[in-house]
Every structure is written in structure tokens, then in C-alpha cells.
């Protein structure tokens, strides 16, 4: 019983969307409908919400795989099977979520939020997800922009 509480408490924080809900609730800007991909992620709550949104949004992402797994961990057998489905539960949440009408996000910073959870004494494993998030937007905006002059030039 212990495991589907914290298998639901996975899946219930990973159906929040904040990448959506805190740039809607701080600027009133849907960013599922700005950008081309209408991907509810921390990358399009960076580019059309701002850096507070886009800063909150990452933590609240990065939190909610990690506080199931790291607290399921504290109260859990990792070793057993039945932890699987608190690992998964976070991902699955974000990427077919059933408090949202539309598709969820990639689940790319709950993945990395399930992986801190799981190992918090690795310090490489929070370099290595932040400088993944970190490149990953950066080259998401350059991208944008280059694409933005093309059209500006053309």
C-alpha cells in the first residue's frame, strides 16, 4: 500500500504542469500556444514567460520527481520491484497528464528531478542536469533567433 501512495503522489506532481501553470498564473501567457512545438516545457516558459518563470518553473519541474522518489526512498525498499512504479510515476505524469486537456511535455527535467531524487549525494548528477538544461535552452533561443533573422532578412 505504502508504494501506490507514493506511485500516486508521483503521478498527481507529475500531471502538474508548472512549466504551463506558473507563466498563465504570473504573466497570463499560455505558452502551449506561442511557440511551434505548444510544448508545455521550462524551455518555452524561459522564452515567453521570462526569467522568473523560467527559474520557477525549473525548480517546481525539477521538484516534483524529486520529492516522491526521495521521500519513497526514506520510507521504501528501492531494491524491490514495486519501487519501479514510484520512479516511472513523475515521468508518466508529465508526459500524459490527466489534469490537462492538452498533451503533456517531454518529462525531460522531471527525468532529471527522478534521478536526483534517487542519488541525492551525487553533486556530478546536479552539474551534469543542470548544464543539460542549461545548454539545451540556450540552444533552443539560439536556434529561435537564427530563425527569427532569417525571416527578418527573407
Known amino acids: 500500500m505504502p508504494y501506490f501512495l507514493f506511485t500516486l503522489l508521483g503521478f498527481v506532481l507529475g500531471s502538474t504542469l508548472f512549466a504551463y501553470w506558473i507563466p ?3 504573466k497570463n501567457i499560455d505558452i502551449c500556444t506561442l511557440p511551434d512545438d505548444h510544448n508545455p516545457g521550462v524551455s518555452n516558459a524561459f522564452m515567453y514567460g521570462g526569467f522568473l518563470c523560467g ?3 525549473l525548480i517546481c519541474e525539477l521538484a516534483k520527481g524529486f520529492i516522491p522518489v526521495y ?3 526514506k520510507c ?3 531494491n524491490s520491484l514495486l519501487f519501479v512504479p514510484v520512479l516511472v510515476a513523475p515521468v508518466f505524469g508529465h508526459a ?5 486537456k492538452q498533451k503533456g511535455g517531454k518529462a ?3 527525468s532529471f528531478g527522478v534521478l ?3 542519488f541525492p549525494e551525487l553533486h556530478p548528477a546536479v552539474y551534469l542536469a543542470f548544464f543539460f538544461i542549461f545548454f539545451y535552452f540556450i540552444s533552443f533561443c539560439f536556434f529561435k533567433f537564427i530563425h527569427q533573422l532569417d525571416v527578418v532578412i527573407f
Request: hydrophobic share 60%; aromatic share 8%.
Open 55 to 57: 527559474i520557477l518553473s
Open 116 to 118: 536526483l531524487g534517487l
Open 108 to 110: 525531460i527535467t522531471a
Open 76 to 78: 521504501l525498499d528501492i
Open 96 to 100: 500524459f497528464p490527466f489534469l490537462q
Open 71 to 73: 521521500l519513497g526512498q
Open 24 to 26: 498563465k498564473l504570473l
